[in-house]
């Protein structure tokens, strides 16, 4: 079974810019978390979708945002980029999400300038 | 919601030695413990994992308690081997698809 796939797996942006990262899960996951990954605050829970919807959210601004498709697949977005905002981010999948293994993706890095 | 402490941030043991990270969890309604190896520029993999109606669980030479009471969960690795060289995660879930993450140990085994 493929794991989970992530795409691109790097982008540079500039300030002010927007971005959009991918993130295909498992097959027959539903559930797919996302997390930002930075050398000093660690692994940071962004939200997760299931069933096209956004069950739960982390502490994050309303820039960063996400939707799931009717394939699980899944998309987040972060508008107005901030230098901040550089980091690793990594979605993970899961079959039904609560309290299961979620699997990992190999993450997109991501530099703002 | 969930907030997880782990601790130490760093440990430097020599290879044979054991290696013991600790977190500790703010929700007593979570119920399921993972704990994560990431190496050097890959992806977080599940290495155990338990779950709140059970004390202890074993795989080879990995190991985590959890104290229910207490709220906190350990992570044990006997007999070390510079392949265990990694930073570590712990987390916690209340179950409800929200998994909140410690900040991570970095374990380095000294051959």
């Known amino acids: 079974k493929a794991g989970v796939t992530q795409t691109p797996r790097y982008l540079i942006k500039t300030r002010g810019q927007q971005v959009t990262l991918s993130c295909s899960p498992i097959s027959g996951h539903r559930s797919v978390s996302w997390y930002q990954q930075t050398p000093g605050q660690g692994l940071q829970f962004l939200f997760e979708?299931?069933?096209?919807?956004?069950?739960n959210k982390g502490n994050f601004p309303g820039r960063f945002s996400g939707r799931q498709f009717s394939n699980s697949r899944s998309e987040m977005n972060v508008s107005t980029l901030e230098l901040g905002d550089s980091a690793l981010y990594l979605c993970?999948?899961?079959?039904?999400?609560?309290?299961?293994?979620?699997?990992f993706g190999p993450g997109t890095r991501l530099l703002v300038l | 919601g969930e907030n997880v402490e782990q601790h130490p941030s760093t440990l430097s043991v020599q290879e044979g030695d054991s290696a013991v990270i600790k977190c500790t969890y703010s929700d007593s309604a979570s119920n399921y413990f993972p704990w994560y190896k990431q190496e050097l520029g890959k992806r977080p993999q599940l290495i155990i994992d338990i779950r709140s109606n059970v004390g202890e669980k074993k795989d080879q030479r990995i190991a985590v308690t959890l104290n229910k009471t207490a709220k906190h969960f350990s992570l044990h690795i006997t007999e070390t081997q510079p392949e265990d060289s990694a930073v570590y995660f712990c987390a916690a879930s209340l179950g409800n698809n929200d998994m909140r993450f410690g900040a991570g140990t970095r374990l380095t085994v000294k051959p």
């Open positions: 979708y299931f069933s096209e919807t956004q069950r």
């Open positions: 993970a999948s899961s079959r039904t999400g609560a309290g299961e293994t979620q699997y």
